[in-house]
């Protein structure tokens, strides 16, 4: 799978692709499971896992890679992994895959989750089906369909003329690094008053000209990141200690430690000190 590969998202598959050669996202739990490939890790290809000796629980189907057909497939109860095969954490894959590849793994690990997670109705209790046409399982008794979690967060990155407030969360464990500030959108909430919320309780400064960047799916385990810019208002920084460890203003020239290339974060952080260069 390549850069410039082109991806088109389905549900239901073609009659035509159905036995046909195709590319499997086989998803354990939170693993993906690869293969050695000669330029690094690959995806297993075949008409099916079982053609490689994988036994797989639930398969769905996520469309088409350039014609290739793509599906994902539930592995609930890792067996013994045929060789070459190996199942490897979809964080660290990141590393060794191209990045529409990962991408892909990343919807094929929360369509597995959600799958077995919803098995039975929230509201009665029934078991579920798979719904016709649509993303979504149905409960036979009394109808309520349940979509794939998402959970929307906003991300945001605060700048002050040629410096940025970048915060240590308690998330980050002994790792010293600093990131932008990020919280999860409540019911009835704007995604500018989020921003506006999570920068104040979070940091306690006030902010202005919140300004929506772009997004990211975040599979960890279900969140789709909302990247925003927001210009310093007012306020001296007052940590969260249930959250924040440390909160400062740093330069553009002078960064700490901060997040890789994978997330959101850094690409805002990347964006703002190319501005201020």
């Known amino acids: 799978m390549s850069h410039s590969s082109t991806f088109q998202s389905l549900v239901t598959p073609p009659d035509d692709v159905r036995g046909i050669y195709a590319t499997w996202i086989c998803v354990g739990k939170g693993t993906v499971l690869v293969t050695p490939g000669s330029e690094g890790l690959r995806l297993p290809e075949a008409v099916h896992p079982r053609d490689l000796g994988i036994h797989v629980d639930h398969e ?24 070459p095969f190996s199942h490897e954490n979809l964080f660290t894959l990141f590393q060794h895959l ?19 997670t919803h098995q039975f109705c929230g509201r009665c209790g029934e ?66 008053q989020c921003v506006a919320r999570e ?33 310093y ?20 020239d002078d960064l700490p430690n901060i997040p890789g290339k994978l997330s959101i974060a850094r690409w805002l952080i990347d964006e703002w000190r190319e501005r201020c260069v």
């Open 60 to 83: 769905h189907f996520l469309g088409l890679l350039d014609g290739i057909p793509v599906w994902a497939a539930g592995i609930d109860a890792p067996g013994d992994t045929p060789e």
């Open 199 to 231: 920068v104040r309780e979070e940091v306690g400064v006030e902010v202005t000209d919140i300004r929506y960047m772009r997004s990211q799916p975040w599979p960890f385990p279900n969140s789709l990141m909302l990247g925003f810019n927001a210009k």
């Open 98 to 116: 191209p990045e529409q590849t990962w991408h892909l793994a990343g919807r094929a690990v929360q369509i597995a989750e959600w799958h077995r």
């Open 233 to 252: 208002a007012g306020g001296d920084i007052v940590c969260d200690p249930t959250e924040i460890v440390d909160a400062q203003w740093f330069r553009a």
């Open 127 to 192: 078991r579920t089906d798979e719904a016709t046409g649509e993303r979504a399982r149905k409960c036979p008794s009394c109808n309520l369909l349940a979509f794939p979690r998402l959970s929307p967060a906003v991300i945001t990155l605060i700048e002050r003329g040629n410096e940025a407030l970048l915060a240590r969360g308690r998330t980050f464990g002994a790792n010293p690094m600093y990131s932008t500030l990020a919280g999860f959108v409540e019911p009835g909430e704007t995604l500018e």
